[in-house]
């Protein structure tokens, strides 16, 4: 957790033009906030009102501004706004991802199973 964090940091540090490098930061921030959701469940702050979800969103829309190209920033953000419960944001991203993999060339096998699994989400 910590570790991927600081590590993200050190990577965003070094190459803060690098849309991956804010990519990484966000899924660690997101990760860190599954583990803490896990923890703090019944006691916590809900999934879109915790620091980490807003760290995490900061770090997933600079890499979107940086790359508005790749689809993996925008399954990261439909992740993060379909667990916070952000219509906007999720719908967004998918129909931003959709678009960006409409073709299939160029995405991964990753990505064209999460293509075909988040087109039911578009109706």
Known sequence: GQTAI???RDGVRET???AAAYRELGGAYTLMLRIEQEVVAPY???????LRYYQAIAAARQASLLDPR???TQLLLVELGQNAGKADLTYEALERFLELTANDI????????QREALESLRS
């Open 6 to 8: 600081r590590s993200a």
């Open 16 to 18: 803060p033009r690098l």
């Open 44 to 50: 916590g702050v809900p999934w879109g009102q915790s």
């Open 70 to 72: 790749d689809p993996a």
């Open 106 to 113: 160029g995405i991964s096998d990753a990505e064209l199973a």
